[in-house]
């Protein structure tokens, strides 16, 4: 290291710099280590500003010398108790810099701060959100495996944690509107277009909870006053479980960004609960016209109306929509359309950079649709008939129709196996088989199947899905859109889904542990953040590795001690070289002492 002095209009300036080798560009490299001021400013200080940093530079220069190269004693017949672990993990600390580039030290400390309680918020939602990420547990599992991460997060209870449970969240739409606003200048938040998916996550427990109801049926508590209604209620269950579930809605920007989620019970249809959380971006986070895109389970009339009037004349500043829109379950009109001749093919570039023949239509027409409206007064509201302008693309897949064939086909063969043996099904576990069985009903209260008449294939409806093989559709207000364009759009769903694929495989978030609304609620604030996280660093890196391999290197980054101050670390990949090239952090070195991983760690 040395002194330089810098020539400029003020003056000289002063600064200690070194030079280093980039092994990047493969050049030689000047970096600032310490800027220290105008000369005529030090000479106020030190007799002799350039003697005195010239020696500073130099002994600068001999301690990190000496840093480079220690000696550690070992006692060669030092035991091992029998629960020693000492590997601790380092890797946490990239997603402890994205944490703190959002504040979120900040936000915990501002909503905090006229509470009374006796443990860090903040520390404990960092333990909850990096341990969902790299080594997810229960609860309990994440305070027991504390020590997995090198940093200590110490000065908290168990109790604390489920203490913090109930502040997580009383603060769960004000974090999402945080995050939102703090993320920006880290990724652009494009708004443009967003999309919309629900999924659900089951709990490994017997039966729903009851709600305690009022004479309307209305959930309130023991004094009748009007609460939310108990999430875990059973519900068609995406892998066709039998246990309770919640539902998620999960609201995504056009670069693939979690915005904005909520929950609700899982007995209750997500065609309903896309409204409310669009509503709280619109108010909250942007009121720029939006482009709302969902599969065919959210098209529907109502939905439409909401997102885009009856879109006559101008926008009026109203949002747009792109759906799924299912072909079989289309009125006779639209189905005689799709089976018509019309369709031409073009080469288009698929997701892997292939060439793939695009065979489609579409047209203009204008749907008829039936919403309900309530008129200012009026508490009931009335059905309404609306003529609106619609956009209707379909496309053909031979690739789809054979899957189609195929997940038809198991079906089928399930439909089989329920006539035979009836008593081995019920409402939730005959799903999607039960469509192709004739003369079946349920038993209200418990789901079994009646057996009060003879179960019988119908062969009719395999006959009449048979003909719509192979074919999707998709429907949209943006009238000038290309038929190319809204299926470049809607694909965008695909990135939705796998976002759901992380939090359930990667991040382990179901089961669902907690029991209460409240603590359920605050489960998946931290599995929110934990994906915005992340889907953050998965951005910063160029999208050039896919989730579960980001993770795995992160988890794979630890150390080891050597001495009382002296660690080893034991891995090193291409991923982390990345990340240290993009947040400056030097992650390739082998040994540290505890101040320089410290410092690394920036506490």
Request: proline share 3%; charged share 30%; net charge neutral.
């Amino acid at each position: 290291m040395y002194l330089r002095k810098i020539s400029r209009p003020k003056g000289t300036y002063l600064a200690i710099q070194e030079s280093y080798y980039d092994s990047s560009s493969k050049q030689s490299r000047t970096r600032t280590i310490q800027s220290l001021g105008y000369l005529e400013a030090l000479k106020s200080e030190y007799e002799d500003p350039i003697s005195f940093f010239t020696q500073k530079a130099l002994e600068m220069t001999e301690q990190k010398k000496k840093e480079k190269t220690v000696s550690i004693t070992i006692d060669s017949h030092e035991k091992m108790g029998t629960d020693t672990d000492e590997v601790r993990n380092v890797g946490y600390g990239v997603l402890k810099e994205l944490y703190k580039q959002l504040e979120m030290d900040k936000f915990w400390n501002w909503k905090t701060r006229n509470l009374s309680i006796q443990f860090n918020m903040d520390q404990i939602f960092r333990l909850l959100v990096f341990s969902r990420i790299l080594n997810p547990a229960s609860k309990k599992g994440t305070f027991d495996q504390k020590d997995f991460f090198f940093e200590n997060f110490d000065g908290f209870t168990l109790d604390d944690i489920y203490h913090s449970l109930n502040i997580i969240c009383a603060n769960k739409d004000a974090l999402q509107k945080w995050i939102y606003d703090h993320s920006d200048h880290i990724c652009t938040r494009d708004l443009s277009v967003t999309y919309f998916d629900c999924t659900n996550y089951y709990f490994d427990i017997g039966r729903s909870d009851m709600d305690c109801l009022d004479d309307n049926g209305n959930p309130v508590d023991k004094d009748g006053n009007p609460i939310p209604a108990k999430y875990r209620k059973r519900g068609p269950e995406k892998n066709h479980r039998p246990d309770p579930i919640v539902e998620m809605g999960l609201l995504m920007d056009k670069n693939g960004l979690p915005l904005a989620f909520d929950l609700f019970p899982g007995n209750e249809s997500e065609k309903v609960h896309m409204r409310p959380i669009i509503n709280r971006v619109k108010n909250e986070f942007s009121d720029t016209r939006i482009i709302f895109v969902a599969d065919r389970g959210l098209n529907t009339s109502d939905n439409i109306y909401f997102l885009n009037g009856d879109n006559k004349g101008e926008h009026n500043n109203r949002d747009g929509y792109v759906y799924g829109q299912s072909v079989r379950g289309g009125d006779a009109e639209f189905k005689n359309w799709i089976l018509k001749s019309g369709y031409h093919s073009e080469e288009v570039i698929d997701d892997s950079g292939n060439k793939v023949t695009f065979t489609h239509k579409s047209r203009i027409h204008p749907k008829e649709i039936h919403v309900n409206v309530t008129k200012p007064g009026q508490k009931k509201s009335a059905r309404k008939k609306v003529i609106i302008d619609q956009k209707q693309m379909v496309y053909y897949s031979e690739k789809y129709a054979k899957k189609q064939k195929a997940d038809r086909e198991v079906m089928i063969q399930r439909a089989k196996d329920l006539i035979k043996h009836p008593k081995k099904y019920d409402k939730v576990t005959s799903a999607g088989s039960a469509a192709y069985v004739s003369n079946i009903s349920f038993d209200k209260s418990t789901g079994e199947i009646i057996e009060d008449k003879a179960l019988e294939l119908n062969l009719e409806k395999i006959e009449e899905e048979q003909k719509y093989d192979g074919y999707y559709s998709i429907v949209t207000s943006e009238l000038n859109m290309t038929d190319i364009d809204i299926r470049n759009v809607y694909r965008g769903l695909i990135r939705i889904e796998d976002t759901f694929k992380i939090s359930k495989t990667e991040f382990d978030s179901r089961p669902v542990f907690v029991r209460t609304n409240d603590h359920i609620d605050a489960h998946f604030t931290t599995c929110f953040t934990a994906l915005v996280l992340i889907r953050l660093l998965q951005a910063k890196l160029e999208n050039k590795y896919a989730v579960g391999r980001i993770i795995d290197s992160l988890k794979k980054y630890n150390c080891i001690p050597l001495d009382k101050s002296t660690y080893q670390f034991t891995y090193y990949d291409e991923i982390l070289s990345s990340c240290g090239k993009t947040f400056n952090m030097e992650l390739d070195n082998k040994y540290r002492s505890r101040q320089q991983i410290q410092r690394l760690l920036r506490y």
